[in-house]
Nanobody, 127 residues
Framework: QVALVESGGGSVQAGGSLRLSCAVSGYTGGNIIIGWFRQAPGKEREGVAAIYRGGGSTYYADSVKGRFIISQDNAENTVYLQMSSLKPEDTAMYYC????????????????????WGQGTQVTVSS
């Protein structure tokens, strides 16, 4: 069983930065993909970034390319989402999720592909 705990959310002004953390426990193997998702009120949950832990390959949604960076610290078993140049439309609850898989694919930003979820951390960006 994989457990995920997010932290690092908060309130920031447009143009600012935040770093979210996702502490992973219950699995230390490489064949796992950790994704970051967000959900704003009244909107569907959308994938923003993902990382394949075994090889470190990263994947980004077009909406965050060039602004967000996903990374991992294997020693700490933690995945980070560094968010820069934040916009009010980035306001949402952010979740990390995990799925055991030998490799990533076009499904990597689809929330239905993941079966382990954290509780979420709120990010609010004011204009």
């Amino acid at each position: 069983q994989v457990a995920l705990v997010e932290s690092g959310g908060g309130s920031v002004q447009a143009g600012g930065s935040l770093r979210l953390s996702c502490a992973v426990s219950g699995y230390t193997g490489g064949n796992i993909i950790i994704g970051w998702f967000r959900q704003a009120p009244g909107k569907e949950r959308e994938g923003v970034a993902a990382i394949y832990r075994g090889g470190g390959s990263t994947y980004y949604a077009d909406s965050v390319k060039g602004r967000f960076i996903i990374s991992q610290d294997n020693a700490e078993n933690t995945v980070y989402l560094q968010m820069s140049s934040l916009k009010p439309e980035d306001t949402a609850m952010y979740y990390c999720a995990a799925v055991k898989a030998p490799h990533a694919g076009s499904w990597v930003h689809n929330p239905t592909s993941y079966n382990f979820w954290g509780q979420g951390t709120q990010v609010t960006v004011s204009s």
